[in-house]
C-alpha cells in the first residue's frame, strides 16, 4: 500500500472534500510501514475497504420556525464501520455539517472507538441545522422532524447515536421522545447521553472533559511531569470544555482561557466553579458568545474580540471545541509563550501543520482520538447499563473511565515508542486502533 497512490485515487473521486481528506491522509501517513508488513492485509484490500464509509443516508429534515415559517435543512446519517460492533457516534447540529465532515468524523470514530476496549464500530450522523439563536421549541420540533426520517436507521444493536456539536442532553431527550413515538420501542439503549432518570449513566455529560484529562495526567505522568500548578488554555465553552475545566481544576490546574468564535476570555487568576456553572447557561442560551462570561464576571475575565485561547500564555493547550481549530501560528505563538504541551480534545482540532510543528520542536502532543474517546466510551457504559437494565453509581462509572484511559494510554505507548524512547502518540493512537478494526475485517471475510 502506498499512502500517496490511494490519496490519489481518494481525492480524484471526492474533490473538495477536505476535511475526509484529511483525517484518512493522517491516519494512512502513520499506518503505512505497519500494514506493510502484513501481506494479508493488501490481499484482503482492507485498506481501500476501510477508508470508504458501509453507507450513507441522507434525508429533507423540514419543520415550522416561530414565526410560523417553513425551514428546510439535509440530515445526515454516516454508518462507517461494523467490524467491532454496531455503529456508534454522535449528532452533530452546525451550520457547516457537509457530508465531508461528517464522513471526517466517522472515520475518525471507528479508531476511536476501537481504542476504548468496547466493541463499538464507528458512526456519525448529522445536520446543517444552526442551532445559534433559536428558540427552545425550535430546537424541539427540529429534533422531531430530525427524527421522522432518522428512526428507521437506527436500533439499539444496530447504530445508536449520541450528541456532539450542538447536541448534548436537551436534544437527546427530544430524539429519544420523537424515536419511542415512531418505533414504539423503549430500549433506551438506542441513544446515549440521556438524561439520568431515563437511563443516562452518572457521569456522560463530564466524560469527554473528565477522559481526556486523565489521558494528560498518565501522558504527563509518563514524561514525568505533574499537571499541578499547570496554566491550561482551554477553547471552546460547550459540553467538552465544560467538563475538562471542572477536572483540570480538581486536579490542580488553573484554566487561564476559555474562547468562543467571538474570541477569548482571558482568567489570569484561573477559572472558579461558579464561572464554570456558568458556561452550562451560557451553552443553553443558544447565543454563542464566549463574551458573557466577561459581561457576568468583570472582575475575573477579560474579553479580546477576535482573538484565539492560543494567544494566552499556558503550560498546557486544550483544544475543546471545533476541528483545524488550532493552525500552525498557533502552535508557534504557544511555543514562544512557554506552553509544552497540547492534547488535542476536539476532533482532528490541530491543522497538519501544527501536529508537525509541536512533533519537531519537543511538544508533548497527543490526539483527538485518544485523547477524548472518554466521551464514546462512556456512552458504551451507559449501553451496557441499559442492556442490563441497571445503573451504576458515579464512583463505579469513574473508575471504568480511569481504566479505560489508561488504557488508551498503554496502547498508544506499545505502538508509538520511537526508537530514542519518545512516544509518537499520533502513531500509536492510529496503529493501535487500525491492527483491531483491520484484524477483525479480515477475519470476516470479504464484505
Ligand atoms: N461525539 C462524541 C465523539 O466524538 C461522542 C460519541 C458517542 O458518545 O457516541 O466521540
Request: include cysteine; aromatic fraction near 10%; proline fraction near 4%.
Amino acid at each position: 500500500m502506498k499512502t500517496k497512490d490511494i490519496m490519489a485515487r481518494l481525492q480524484a473521486k471526492y474533490p473538495g472534500e477536505n476535511e475526509y481528506l484529511q483525517a484518512v491522509q493522517e491516519v494512512l501517513e502513520s499506518i503505512e510501514d505497519v500494514y506493510n508488513q502484513h501481506p494479508e492485509f493488501e490481499k484482503a484490500k482492507i485498506v481501500e475497504r476501510m477508508v470508504e464509509p458501509d453507507r450513507i443516508f441522507t434525508f429533507r429534515v423540514t419543520w415550522v420556525d416561530d414565526k410560523g415559517e417553513v425551514q428546510t435543512n439535509t440530515g445526515y446519517r454516516v454508518q462507517f464501520n461494523s467490524a467491532i460492533g454496531p455503529y456508534k457516534g454522535g449528532l452533530r447540529f452546525h451550520r457547516m455539517v457537509t457530508p465531508s465532515m461528517l464522513k471526517f468524523l466517522g472515520f475518525e470514530q471507528t479508531f476511536k472507538n476501537a481504542l476504548t476496549t468496547l466493541p463499538m464500530g464507528g458512526a456519525k450522523g448529522g445536520s446543517d441545522f444552526d442551532p445559534k439563536g433559536k428558540t427552545d421549541e425550535e430546537i424541539m420540533r427540529f429534533c422531531q422532524a430530525f427524527m421522522l426520517e432518522l428512526w428507521q436507521c437506527i436500533g439499539p444493536d444496530q447504530d445508536i447515536p449520541a450528541g456532539d456539536v450542538g447536541v448534548g442532553g436537551r436534544e437527546i431527550g427530544y430524539l429519544y421522545g420523537m424515536y419511542k413515538k415512531l418505533a414504539r420501542e423503549y430500549n433506551t439503549g438506542v441513544l446515549t447521553g440521556k438524561g439520568a432518570t431515563w437511563g443516562g449513566s452518572i457521569l456522560r455529560p463530564e466524560a469527554t472533559g473528565f477522559g481526556a484529562l486523565y489521558f494528560t495526567e498518565n501522558l504527563l505522568h509518563h514524561a514525568g511531569k505533574d499537571i499541578k500548578g499547570c496554566r491550561v488554555a482551554v477553547s471552546g465553552f460547550g459540553n467538552v470544555a465544560w467538563g475538562a475545566s471542572i477536572k483540570a481544576l480538581e486536579l490542580g490546574a488553573k484554566v487561564v482561557a476559555i474562547s468562543g468564535p467571538d474570541g477569548v476570555c482571558e482568567i489570569p487568576e484561573g477559572i472558579t466553579k461558579e464561572m464554570i456553572d456558568y458556561m452550562l447557561v451560557m451553552r443553553a442560551s443558544n447565543r454563542d458568545r464566549v463574551e458573557d462570561m466577561a459581561t457576568r464576571f468583570p472582575d475575573k475575565a477579560f474579553f479580546t474580540p477576535g482573538k484565539k485561547a492560543w494567544s494566552v500564555k499556558c503550560d498546557i493547550a486544550l483544544p475543546c471545541a471545533f476541528q483545524n481549530e488550532l493552525a500552525e501560528e498557533d502552535a508557534k505563538q504557544l511555543k514562544e509563550n512557554g506552553c509544552w504541551c497540547c492534547c488535542e480534545v476536539s476532533n482532528m482540532g490541530c491543522q497538519p501543520g501544527a501536529i508537525h510543528f509541536f512533533q519537531h520542536n519537543g511538544i508533548l502532543f497527543a490526539p483527538g482520538k485518544a485523547v477524548n474517546a472518554g466521551g464514546v466510551a462512556t456512552s458504551g457504559l451507559e449501553m451496557t447499563q441499559n442492556a442490563e437494565h441497571i445503573s451504576w453509581s458515579g464512583k463505579e462509572v469513574d473508575e471504568k473511565l480511569h481504566f479505560i484511559m489508561r488504557s488508551i494510554h498503554e496502547q498508544c505507548v506499545k505502538f508509538g515508542t520511537q526508537p530514542d524512547g519518545s512516544v509518537d502518540y499520533v502513531k500509536g493512537a492510529n496503529i493501535a486502533g487500525f491492527m483491531k478494526v483491520a484484524q477483525a475485517m479480515l477475519e470476516q471475510g470479504t464484505v
